[in-house]
């Protein structure tokens, strides 16, 4: 292995993706198998997950993925995807929560329940499954390669926006913030905590608004660089934050948005 190789590398590692069917969670785990890594993925769907571990280790690349059902949007979900967890592994280098739902309607009539679902699964699972399996993350950690977790934050959680999804980005802010308190707090036990804040990509959940050509090309001309983000731009980040390269990084809200954290609409001194 040479030096680019092992500063990048996640050879031997493994990992848990939740959501990793789909969207930004299958980035996640094709970027890590890239890497070496061996990735557990989960989504409630196991046949789409299956078959999206399929997919990925057909590709012939240095590690491998494994697909299980679990779901975090309920207590009872998230004990036994901690459990399945642990039947498969004693110790969990790398845990990406990516889970995550949506509900967008108008303010007038968004509904009571869009609140209690959506932080159910975006905040509150994320929370409960990463205190089940902290064990396993301190089994896997040491003070020169630290365990590592990424949280699934938004440019929505960043940018005062909503656009119909009141609960989803109230939520996503929650992810933030959480990342930041769990970052310190997890310091001493050389976990680091860091969060993915993404602009538009291709997945499920924006599908009303990026499938297709030129819904892409449409979306992506509101965004600072051009375009809306590339699968390869997740799974690089990924690497870069659980390979040596990320290693000192911890409390990191990393903006993947092409610059759309920064725009604005102001203009002091120029027309």
């Known amino acids: 292995m040479n030096g680019l190789e092992e500063l990048f590398s996640v050879k031997g590692k493994i990992a848990l993706v939740t959501g990793g069917a789909t969207g930004i969670g299958r980035m996640c785990a094709t970027g890590l198998a890239m890497g070496g890594a061996r990735v557990m993925i989960a989504s409630r769907k196991a046949e789409a997950c299956q078959a999206t571990a399929d997919e990925i280790n057909a590709m012939g690349l240095p590690g491998s993925v494994e697909a299980f059902a679990g779901d975090v949007g309920t207590e009872e979900g998230v004990d036994a ?14 845990l990406v929560n990516n889970a995550g739902l949506s509900w967008g309607e108008p303010y007038e009539s968004f509904p009571y329940k869009a609140w209690a679902r959506v932080l159910d699964v975006n905040v509150t699972g994320l929370f409960h499954l990463t205190r089940q399996l902290t064990g396993l993350l301190d089994a896997a950690a ?27 980005t109230a939520s996503k802010a929650a992810v933030h913030h959480l990342t930041r308190t769990l970052a310190i707090e997890f310091a001493e036990r050389r976990i680091t905590v860091n969060a993915f804040a993404p602009g538009p990509f291709q997945s499920k959940m924006t599908a009303f608004a990026t499938a297709g050509d030129e819904n892409a090309r449409r979306i992506g001309a509101r965004v600072p660089l051009g375009r809306i983000g590339a699968p390869s731009d997740i799974a690089g980040a990924t690497l870069f934050l659980c390979s040596k390269a990320g290693a000192y990084v911890t409390g990191c809200i990393l903006p993947l948005d092409g610059g759309q954290s920064v725009q604005h609409g102001m203009s002091l001194f120029k027309d």
């Open 81 to 94: 995807l901690a459990a399945e967890v642990a039947s498969r592994t004693g110790r969990l280098d790398i």
């Open 142 to 168: 040491t003070d020169e390669d630290p365990a590592r977790i990424i949280n699934l934050g938004s440019v929505m959680g960043t940018q005062p926006i909503a656009d119909g999804a009141y609960s989803y």
